[in-house]
């Protein structure tokens, strides 16, 4: 999702439909994923008959999840969904996610720069360096680990 990718002269709603499009659901089942769309992310339903290209970049990243999520799938793969969004926003998206997983059922594959926030949210974290698993293990231990906060947040004085 990289980019978020919404289509921008389509309506919130109608690029939301895109997704139950895909996986060929009828009518009524369209709708009640669309309204359980509108449940998590009540900012769309707000503005559903504003086109995607005018919204704010926090809202195409909602846009762009839920319409992943109209799929009805499993597991979500989320590329950076922080990147380039005001820290309420981000908290305020990652909190949606957070629910999705435990409410829902909903996994989420995250690769995030964002190490505080994708580890408070997460429940198992991996540390990529060159291209190679350089720590794993529970998102908790990960956050306590002073090794990774002075390797990737700096060192502490």
Request: with cysteine; net charge neutral.
């Amino acid at each position: 999702l990289e980019g978020r990718q919404v289509c921008t002269q389509l309506t919130i709603e109608e690029d939301l439909r895109w997704g139950g499009v895909v996986t060929r659901q009828g009518r009524a089942a369209m709708q009640q994923n669309l309204e359980r769309i509108y449940t998590w992310f009540p900012r769309l339903k707000d503005k559903r008959t504003l086109r995607a290209g005018y919204t704010s970049g926090g809202e195409q990243q909602m846009l762009a999840i839920g319409r992943a999520l109209m799929t009805e799938p499993r597991l979500v793969l989320l590329d950076e969904p922080s990147m380039g969004l005001a820290p309420l926003i981000v908290a305020e998206i990652f909190d949606i996610v957070s629910r999705l997983n435990r409410d829902e059922g909903v996994s989420f594959l995250l690769a995030e720069q964002n190490l505080n926030i994708a580890l408070r949210h997460a429940s198992h974290g991996y540390v990529l360096e060159g291209g190679r698993i350089a720590l794993h293990g529970p998102a908790q231990a990960l956050l306590r680990d002073t090794s990774l906060q002075d390797a990737y947040l700096g060192k502490r004085q």
